[in-house]
């Protein structure tokens, strides 16, 4: 089991680069921080038990799905 310190060095690793794919998508500053922090809380709240080896692909994930429901509720 990872530590706390292990999942706040993890996202502060991928805060940054996760925020500029996130902006170059959904071209709106506002809607891209709340995505990658939305991504953080889920994987925080969801899967802090995983081996660290996991995360990326797991926040990877989790990042493309809250990015593709952002544009769903945009169309609506």
Do not use: C, G, H
Not at 7 to 15: C, N, T
Not at 33 to 53: G, H
Not at 68 to 73: A, E, G, S, V, Y
């Amino acid at each position: 089991m990872a530590t706390e310190k292990e999942l706040s060095d993890f996202l502060k690793s991928v805060e940054k680069r996760a925020f500029k794919r996130t902006l170059f998508a959904v071209r709106d500053e506002e809607a891209a921080l709340d995505i990658v922090q939305d991504t953080m809380i889920r994987l925080a709240e969801k899967y802090a038990d995983r081996p660290t080896a996991e995360w990326p692909m797991l926040f990877q994930r989790i990042l493309s799905n809250a990015t593709m429901d952002w544009f769903r509720r945009q169309k609506v």
